[in-house]
């Protein structure tokens, strides 16, 4: 007796919903990702050789524009009622502040995140008197921890060449 295999039917799958799909995912996800988070106000940093990496939370954010206005920014988590529901949301607060209540301002954000990181970020055009100031602002207020951020000399001469 003759045994008869089995015919095998071939099986084919289209890729191309699959493959439309996963493009129109990775178009969404680039246009709606943040990279780096707006600042309050640009400022054109000083030059020098520092390589210290930032971390990416916890920071709260001192910004001394040219024209020697500052700006206290930091990151809060807060509730917010949507369709029904209470959605925790992470929301970037930005306080405008001058040199004498600038650690006020600073301790305030501090209330809300105790472990953040206090970073300097001064324009090069900024006076030293208010800089001074808010040193002195600082150590008053027992606030002797901080970074001052400034651009890397190594990479623009990199960059420029």
């Not at 089995?6 to 191309?16: E, F, L, Q």
């Not at 939370?57 to 024209?67: A, E, G, L, P, Q």
């Not at 925790?88 to 305030?108: F, G, H, L, P, S």
Request: no cysteine; glycine share 2%; hydrophobic share 45%.
């Amino acid at each position: 007796m003759a045994i008869k295999k089995k015919r095998r039917v071939g099986v084919v799958i289209d890729m191309t919903p699959m493959v439309d799909i996963t493009i129109l995912l990775l178009i969404f996800y680039m246009s709606t990702t943040s990279f780096k988070p707006p600042e309050a106000k640009a400022v054109t940093l000083p030059k020098s050789h520092s390589q210290i990496e930032l971390p990416d939370k916890d920071i709260i954010n001192i910004t001394v524009s040219k024209y020697d206005s500052i700006y206290v920014d930091f990151l809060v988590k807060e509730e917010v009622a949507m369709e029904g529901k209470n959605i925790m949301t992470t929301v970037r607060k930005v306080i405008e502040a001058d040199e004498y209540n600038v650690a006020v301002r600073i301790n305030q954000a501090r209330a809300m995140n105790i472990r953040a990181l206090i970073v300097i970020k001064a324009d090069k055009d900024a006076s030293y008197g208010v800089m001074d100031k808010i040193m002195k602002s600082m150590r008053e207020s027992a606030l002797t921890r901080f970074l001052i951020i400034t651009d890397n000399e190594a990479e623009e001469a990199l960059t420029s060449k």
